[in-house]
Nanobody, 115 residues
Framework: VQLQASGGGLVQPGGSLRLSCAASRSVSNLNYMAWYRQAPGKTRELVAAITSGASTNYADSVKGRCTISKDNAKNTMDLQINSLKPEDTAVYYC??????????WGRGTQVTVSS
């Protein structure tokens, strides 16, 4: 599976962004998809995840501000982030795990929150 993340950019604190991850094949056949992020000097961390059954989970740091979703028709996974904070600044990566439990990563998209 090839994954392509997009939608990052520079946004002011309190603003919103919608990140999108386009998959090269049907996302309905993937067990799990998720967004991770990695800030400079920090380890990569889970932001939000969605299973094939549409169950979701979120990191405590983004709960109430993020919504993860999948569009099976478009083969995309999106992450809506609201009320952005400077500490949300990071490179955001999408990840997928297929039914053989193989993991795939996309190239990241930079999110910078700054005034």
């Amino acid at each position: 599976v090839q994954l392509q993340a997009s939608g990052g950019g520079l946004v002011q604190p309190g603003g919103s962004l919608r990140l999108s991850c386009a998959a090269s094949r049907s996302v309905s056949n993937l067990n799990y998809m998720a967004w991770y992020r990695q800030a400079p000097g920090k380890t990569r961390e889970l932001v939000a995840a969605i299973t094939s059954g549409a169950s979701t989970n979120y990191a405590d740091s983004v709960k109430g501000r993020c919504t993860i979703s999948k569009d099976n028709a478009k083969n995309t996974m999106d992450l809506q982030i609201n009320s952005l904070k400077p500490e949300d600044t990071a490179v955001y990566y999408c990840k997928a795990i297929d039914r053989r439990l193989l993991a795939y990563w996309g190239r990241g998209t930079q999110v910078t929150v700054s005034s």
